[in-house]
């Protein structure tokens, strides 16, 4: 059989993928990179905001068009728990959909010898090994529907963590990348936490550097000491990834973030302070319901007053099914862009000793001005 098997946008989502097409590789499937001549489509969804979701609904529709008449096509990834409405209507075109908690499913579906549950969710990325080290999240944030399709934190075990990464080392490789929808919450199901998992890790034998990916700052405020005292491991790059996503405290409390811009401002203050050369990423969400030209002047001074190494600037879309979704009044989409450009244009000023700044930011304005008619 050939097997078609695509998916973009975060990196969990396609360590869940590769997770797919190793199955079907391992069980004697060949896989292709032509939907046309697939006899099984399957696109791995992600919904992380409205404009990736119409990326993700138009791809679909360009796969069924291309698809043979006698095709089987899934959709797996977290729209289909997101958006259960679309996920039916597939459902009615004879499209199977499951979601990242539902991979197993293949199991049942396929019958294949190889086991899809015994596959870890790893992919190769360049020179580095990215490996998904647990599924949902302990968050309580009002904006995000990503939740609907992962749940609650659901973390794999430290020893098969540890043995992709002996895996990977076996096969050459020196970088890895420990990635979930929030990294910082691996074990709080499991009786355990992110301090013992890293400290596991830099504890074994081999020349290896470790990479994380986000990283909520309510585990810096749980963990200060601790944390901070196992990101110092020479096998830990000094690199991190933690969102801040307002720089006002009332916006900070309606978006259920769990932490105020000050203990934010000690967090960042205390890394700095005991990894000097660690270089820090954010997030700032612009134009989140109610936000006023104070509350973005706030989150425009918490950027200008850190050195950030990197800076995603997003402008709010509403997602069906979230809290914020209720929350008025909205920004207007005209003024979220504007704020946007002048949050980041801001930032790459205060760059401008450097080579190729605009690497050191991301936004999603360009997609959203592409789709304007749509939103």
Known sequence: MKVFIESFACASNTADANRVRSYFDINGNQITDDPRTADLIILMSCGFNQIIKKQHFKRMDELQRLSKNDATIMLGGCISKIDKDYAKDLNKKGIYTF???????LDNIFGYKHKIRNISPVFKNQDSKIIRISTGCKGKCTYCAIKFANGSTLSRSAEDIKKDIIEGISEGFS?????????????????????????????????????????????????????????????????????????????????????????????????????????????????????????????????????????????????????????EPKVDMKISHNRVRELINAFLDSKSECVGKRMLVNTNIESLEKNKMEV
């Not at 979601?99 to 499913?105: A, F, K, Q, S, V």
């Open 175 to 327: 970088q890895f990348k420990l990635t979930s929808e929030d990294t910082g919450a691996w074990g709080q199901d499991i009786r355990s936490n992110i301090v013992n998992l890293l400290n596991e890790i830099t504890a074994m034998d081999g020349d290896f550097r470790l990479t994380l990916s986000t990283i909520h700052p309510k585990w810096f405020l749980k963990y200060p000491k601790q944390l901070i005292g196992a990101l110092k491991s020479r096998k830990i790059a000094k690199n991190i990834y933690l969102p801040l996503q307002s720089g006002s405290n009332r916006v900070l409390k309606l978006m259920g973030r769990e932490y105020t811009k000050e203990q934010y401002d000690t967090i960042y203050n205390l890394i700095k302070q005991e990894i000097p050369e660690i270089k820090i990423q954010s997030d700032i969400l612009v134009g989140f319901p109610s936000e006023t030209e104070e509350d973005f002047r706030k989150s425009f001074d918490a950027v200008m007053s850190k050195n950030l190494y990197f800076l995603q600037v997003f402008a709010y879309t509403d997602m069906k099914g979230t809290m914020s979704e209720k929350i």
């Open 99 to 105: 979601g990242p908690r539902e991979i197993e499913m």
